[in-house]
């Protein structure tokens, strides 16, 4: 368990008629103002909002989730007026992709103007900037009337909360308001891409697929990091990066295309970790499995047939079985198309493990 010292009373709000919106998020955007945390939904995740444009306030940020300062942030706007502010210039390539993907999961890094504070960029030059497709998150920007700094509104490392109630367990008693509006529409969160250069490069897939973009502007770059774990051999030990996204259980990954020898594969390590005592569950619809087919004390989740019902359960299924006290998950892949590539790599980063048959 986390402590933590409680300093603050967090207040919920619950946002259940749309139409009341802008009366029941005005205390939240004043906070906004005066230097207070606030979580907000978005289409991907939900967010843990500060001032962008106020160092104090952005300060809070890193201290309230433990995130390293090295980590730089995404900025939130309502408006394009507003993310001109903040950026040098505006690229047609970058604009055409605002026209085309805004409101939406789509992160673009910029040059960065001097309006925006070193703490925000990690000292970069560039800033990473996005305008939610989420009515809330909209208005409480508008609201607040500055640009919002905010990363998800999680403890550094654990799953990104896709539900009020994750945000509210892992940051009551550290932020000021929680705003509720259910559970998250996509469940990963944006997609990144540097926009700097003639060359657009992918730094993170998410909600916006890569096929969809380069429909668009033709082909991208995809940055050798990501999904870096994969590539160096059979076995990989943890340690090798940085995880992310992490359950408290060990996540063991089997990757392959052969159906059949991922089965089997899941199957052993099903058998092998029952025997020494762990509580096992399988997660993702993937080889054929249902409940029947598993031993007896092994959880069997299903999450959906589609990438897009699996993304957005994603998160809430990893979190949910360490509430239910599971020690080993073990995942099979899917196919890294569309946005199979956001999951895949969420799931590579958080394994503990991952094995290739
Ligand atoms: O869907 C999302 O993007 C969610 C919601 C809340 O909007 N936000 C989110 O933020 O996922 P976060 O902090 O968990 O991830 C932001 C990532 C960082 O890990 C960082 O590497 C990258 O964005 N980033 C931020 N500024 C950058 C910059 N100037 N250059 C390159 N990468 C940057
Ligand atoms: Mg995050």
Known sequence: MVRRIMVLKTRMIKIQDHSELSWKIREAADSIRNKGLVAFPTETVYGLGANALDPDAVKKIFEAKKRPFNDPLIVHVSSMEMARKIVKKISSKAKKLMESFWPGPLTLVLERSSLIPDIVTSGLDTVAIRMPSNDVALSLIESANVPVAAPSANLFGKPSPTRAEHVFNDLDGVVDFIIDDGPTQIGVESTILDVTREDIVLLRPGGTVKEKIEKIIGPITIHPAVNRKKIEGKVLSPGMMDKHYSPDARLILVIGDDDNKKRKKILELVEHYKMAGN???????????????????????????????????????????????????????????????????????????????
């Not at 509580?279 to 589609?306: H, T």
């Not at 899917?334 to 999951?343: P, S, T, V």
């Open 279 to 357: 509580k096992v569950a399988v997660l993702l619809r993937s080889e054929g499995f249902n409940q029947r087919s598993l031993p007896q004390v092994v959880k069997y989740l299903d999450i959906g047939i589609n990438a897009a019902s699996i993304a957005r359960d994603l998160f809430y299924k990893l979190r949910l079985l360490d509430q239910q006290g599971v020690e080993v998950i073990i995942a099979g892949s899917i196919i890294e198309d569309g946005l199979g590539f956001a999951i895949m790599n969420r799931l590579i980063r958080a394994a503990d493990q991952i094995i290739k048959v």
